[in-house]
């Protein structure tokens, strides 16, 4: 028999925790930057990574990056691009469905995610987790994207559970920042590629080495193990 805990809620990232997108996303920006004769390595990668919004990151590259294309037009190239390879190869990461779903039964499933909202709907419905998820917010539908909280603040909304009732699941720093800024609890999972800063690690509640140790009796020690902030 399930328990389902509908006051309690964790909150997907997607990029890095869910999909392993970071080599997609990197073929898509030099194809793009070699349509026009330029080079995606010359482009400061620091200021460009991270969770701003397409937007944001869309302005980036056309003022910053000398693409001469609208913040649309960019945006729109880069879209289709990415679900041009989605539609090819999806690339999950391994264990990420089965932790998705083992979760489902207990708690509200959410995303907060940097990813365009096409991009998104896309990969949740090819990929068939979209039945595990109550809802969806994307950088995309508030003014700041991450490492500002108001993606998290709008996923926690949208499952309708006070943020101290939330975890998220997180790889980056910036999405890390954000999480805990929004008021959740953080459960991190870094890429081998990218691992953590000791000032991101502080902020985490739990790290994890792969998201095949997510499980339900996972959270509910984070949930119960943080001294203060224990969910009764």
């Not at 930057?33 to 400061?44: E, G, H, N, W």
Request: hydrophobic fraction near 45%; aromatic fraction near 8%; charged fraction near 25%.
């Amino acid at each position: 028999m399930t328990h389902l805990k509908p006051d309690r809620a964790v909150i997907f990232d997607l990029d890095g925790v869910i999909l392993d997108s970071e080599h997609v996303w990197e073929r898509v920006m030099q194809e793009l930057f070699a349509t026009y004769d330029l080079r995606f390595s010359d482009l400061d990668q620091d200021s460009f990574l991270g969770g701003d919004n397409s937007r944001q990151w869309a302005a980036y590259l056309r003022h910053v990056g000398g693409i001469p294309l609208t913040e649309d037009e960019i945006l729109g190239w880069v879209t289709r691009r990415l679900i041009g390879y989605y539609t090819e190869s999806l690339p999950l990461v391994p264990g990420a469905p089965e932790a998705v779903a083992g979760l489902a039964s207990s708690y509200r499933l959410a995303l907060a995610s940097s990813s365009p909202r096409e991009i998104i709907a896309f990969v949740l419905e090819r990929s068939g987790l979209q039945k595990f998820f109550t809802a969806w917010a994307s950088s995309d539908d508030v003014p700041r994207g991450k490492p500002a909280p108001d993606v998290y603040q709008r996923a926690c909304s949208l499952v309708e559970t006070d943020p101290i009732y939330c975890v998220a699941v997180e790889d980056s720093r910036v999405g890390i920042r954000a999480a805990r800024s929004a008021g959740l609890r953080v459960i991190a999972i870094p890429h081998l590629s990218l691992p953590l800063d000791a000032a991101s690690l502080e902020l985490v509640d739990l790290a994890l080495a792969s998201i095949s140790e997510l499980k339900v009796e996972t959270v509910r020690s984070v949930f119960f193990s943080c001294p203060g902030r224990q969910v009764l």
